[in-house]
């Protein structure tokens, strides 16, 4: 479920032009991740209700908070990196009917670049098949 979660959603950042969008799941070095800027689709927290269930179908409804990690080139300023969430990031949370919760930009010493976080707030319904024994 939650790959398929941030899978939808690095979809719908890959369509409004984000480039080198990963999945948290991905195990490539910050070093090795391609492009200037670089966004990081995770899962802050998960949280399902009582399937409903039909004759061919489950349906799991959900909420669950979308973190994106926004990180930017050395040397790039806060001015670039908010640039570049309202170019391509603010307009995904009507397409994934999400609501922004929240977000921070803060150095990272670590890799010594700047991160913008953003939490966006997701609700939906997961649907899969029912298989027979």
């Known amino acids: 479920m939650l790959e398929a979660i941030i899978s939808s959603v690095k979809a719908e950042l890959e369509k409004s032009g984000a480039a080198h969008v990963y999945s948290a799941f991905d195990c490539i070095p910050v ?5 200037n800027i670089f966004t990081v689709v995770d899962i802050g927290s998960f949280e399902s209700s009582t399937p409903i ?7 799991i409804p959900y909420k669950a908070e979308v973190s994106l990690r926004i990180t930017a080139p050395e040397k790039c300023s ?4 908010y640039r570049y969430y ?7 949370t009507s ?14 010493s670590n890799i010594r670049r700047l991160v913008m976080t953003v939490r966006i707030s ?9 298989r027979t024994a």
């Open 95 to 108: 397409g994934i009917s999400g609501r922004l919760v929240g977000m921070t930009v803060k150095y990272d």
């Open 78 to 81: 806060a001015d670039d990196i």
């Open 31 to 35: 070093g090795k991740r391609t492009g």
């Open 53 to 59: 269930y039909t004759l061919n179908t489950v349906y």
């Open 122 to 130: 997701l609700g939906g319904i997961i649907r899969t098949e029912r």
């Open 86 to 92: 309202d170019s391509y990031i603010s307009m995904i």
